[in-house]
């Protein structure tokens, strides 16, 4: 039997181009086994709204539980995309966080029983199911969905007393200087709030109260009050301390006595910021910007992340006695000083006599409590100012510093970490005039220009 076909030229380059076709075909198939098995992508937008945030990837990494998201909508627009992420490649990466986690994208047309059962009346609603717990995400946005999660695997909502009576920030205040915004994140993380006051004889906190705030009291305590907030973390419960510089109309004395006895110093000053770096984001040098935080739980997290104090005191630890414990949490720049000299309305400098920074601005303590196995916990900053409507939208940490102290405060250390934030608008907004001259040049000016280029080399040439 003759052989000498397999020495052809035509058999060897066969030969040839079947193993390459293997070759390819393998390294597609390896290819398309990794991408399935492990699903990367990288976000190269630079408001990274194709990233999930270190909450969400927090919050769903640690489940331990099952958990089903639903998506009601036209099936057409499980896909589509509108200046951002589809409600698939959003809700998709949540998936790709656990293995507890999975969705479901319904369409009420084809399945209305589904959305009966499940009292869906409105085309792009998201539920999110543990158990028999169910929560409706507000919009569908990173924020509002990790929100209605955590809502459902902390059914109990904590509450934030706020105390009122000594000329505070208001709850219900739209202004700049108002809370309305703070009240409105903290509901939004599963937080109900409420203001209390304690001008009594018999003054108490509420024992409904999670965590009770005191933010920003322009007028002192009086002696009923104070003995009700020491009891209260002495008890083994939780105190938030915003409290601003004794500048014109501010009077805290007895309330800084009192967390003196607790280690805390609360110094008679107000931090300017000379660095100039607070002047990129609008502000001056009577808003230091902190960029240095400590390992404490609350700023852990608060890597790379900046945050901004309005009208701030230094605030650090002092004399502890045996059962308290205070940090400090975060600190302003090297070229930060203290000044005392302010007693006049206008703040005068004097780095050769004026404390030089780094100086900490808010602290972190804990009292082992008289009731056997309580711990009460408190945090004091120095500025009421860095969680105003004015301040808490700052583009760097604020918002979540607040909320991280709150977390910490109401032991929801899972919770601690940067949130989700809405993303960017950067849509393009052109006038008609702009849309003809970007129509003329595209559809005329360019092919003309080309035609005639074209037109004249070839003439050259010629």
Not at 274 to 297: C, N
Request: glycine share 8%; proline share 5%.
């Amino acid at each position: 039997m003759k052989m000498g076909w397999l020495k052809t030229r035509q058999t060897k380059y066969g030969a040839y181009l079947a193993a390459y076709v293997l070759i390819v075909l393998a390294i597609l198939s390896a290819a398309n086994y990794l991408a399935n098995r492990y699903d990367k992508t990288f976000d190269a937008t630079s408001n990274k709204i194709f990233s999930l945030s270190d909450q969400t990837k927090k919050v769903v990494g640690n489940l331990k539980q099952d958990v089903k998201i639903y998506y009601f909508d036209e099936s057409r627009r499980f896909s589509e995309s509108r200046f951002g992420p589809s409600p698939k490649d959003l809700l998709g990466r949540y998936e790709t966080l656990s293995h507890h986690l999975s969705v479901d994208y319904v369409d009420p047309v084809r399945n209305p029983k589904k959305a009966l059962d499940m009292k869906v009346s409105t085309a792009g609603t998201t539920i999110v199911e543990v158990g028999d717990r169910r929560e409706e995400s507000k919009s569908l946005n990173e924020e509002a969905i990790t929100n209605a999660l955590i809502r459902a695997l902390k059914p109990n909502k904590r509450t934030a007393c706020f105390l009122e009576g000594h000329g505070e920030h208001e709850l219900d205040n739209s202004d700049a200087n108002g809370f309305s915004s703070v009240k409105e994140s903290l509901e939004n993380s599963n937080f109900t709030t409420k203001g209390v006051s304690l001008l009594q004889k018999e003054a108490a906190v509420p024992a409904a109260c999670t965590v009770l705030v005191v933010a920003g009291p322009r007028t002192d305590l009086i002696d009923p009050e104070i003995q009700a907030i020491r009891k209260y973390i002495q008890e083994g419960d939780r105190v938030l301390f915003l409290i601003d510089p004794p500048t014109k109309g501010v009077n805290t004395a007895a309330l800084v006595k009192m967390l003196g006895d607790f280690g805390v110093k609360l110094n008679l000053d107000i931090v300017v910021d000379l660095s100039g770096i607070g002047q990129l984001f609008g502000a001056d040098e009577l808003s230091p910007l902190v960029t240095k935080y400590e390992s404490h739980p609350i700023t852990r997290e608060m890597k790379n992340v900046a945050s901004l104090f309005p009208l701030a005191r230094s605030v650090e630890p002092g004399d502890t006695k045996d059962k308290v414990s205070v940090e400090k949490l975060f600190s302003t720049t090297p070229r930060s000083y203290a000044t005392t000299n302010f007693a006049t309305g206008q703040i005068k400098l004097d780095p050769k006599k004026d404390k030089a920074g780094p100086l900490s601005l808010a602290v972190a303590g804990t009292y082992r409590g008289d009731k056997e196995g309580s711990q009460g916990r408190f945090v004091v900053a120095g500025s009421s100012r860095f969680v105003v409507n004015g301040t808490l939208g700052f583009p760097g940490g604020n918002r979540d510093l607040f909320l991280n102290m709150m977390s910490w405060l109401s032991s929801d250390e899972d919770l601690i970490s940067i949130r989700p934030t809405e993303p960017e608008d950067r849509r393009l907004a052109l006038s008609a005039a702009q849309m003809r001259r970007i129509l003329y040049a595209s559809v005329f000016g360019f092919p003309l220009l080309i035609i005639v280029s074209g037109t004249y080399v070839w003439w050259r040439r010629r």
